[in-house]
């Protein structure tokens, strides 16, 4: 079992900075990938980004692509997303996963999920 715990969320005003971190536990040696996905009300679950453990090579969504930053930590398993630049749409519950697989991007492909933090960006 793995278990995903994430932490960082809050209220933070257009054009601020948020850092959500994701601790992981467990048999942690099985993780190959971290995520972070997003969904806001009424919407579906979208892909933000992920990092790969071994190399630390990082994926983004168009939507996030030069504000967000995935970075790790191997000594805590750890993984963080730093947010910059927010915008209201930004807002949502955001969520870290991890996977087995080297490969896929949608959400069916990840196998652990942490509980989710609330982000809200105000204008």
């Known amino acids: 079992q793995v278990q995903l715990v994430e932490s960082g969320g809050g209220l933070v005003q257009a054009g601020g900075s948020l850092k959500l971190a994701c601790a992981a536990s467990g048999r942690t040696v099985s993780i190959n990938v971290m995520g972070w996905f997003r969904q806001a009300p009424g919407k579906e679950r979208e892909f933000v980004g992920h990092?790969?453990?071994?190399?630390?090579?990082?994926y983004y969504a168009d939507s996030v692509k030069g504000r967000f930053t995935i970075s790790r930590d191997n000594v805590k398993n750890t993984v963080y997303l730093h947010m910059n630049s927010l915008k209201p749409e930004d807002t949502a519950v955001y969520y870290c996963?991890?996977?087995?697989?080297?490969?896929?991007?949608?959400?069916?492909?990840?196998?652990?999920w942490g509980q989710g933090t609330q982000v809200t960006v105000s204008s």
């Open positions: 990092i790969m453990w071994s190399g630390g090579s990082t």
């Open positions: 996963a991890a996977r087995r697989t080297l490969y896929g991007l949608m959400p069916q492909s990840y196998d652990y």
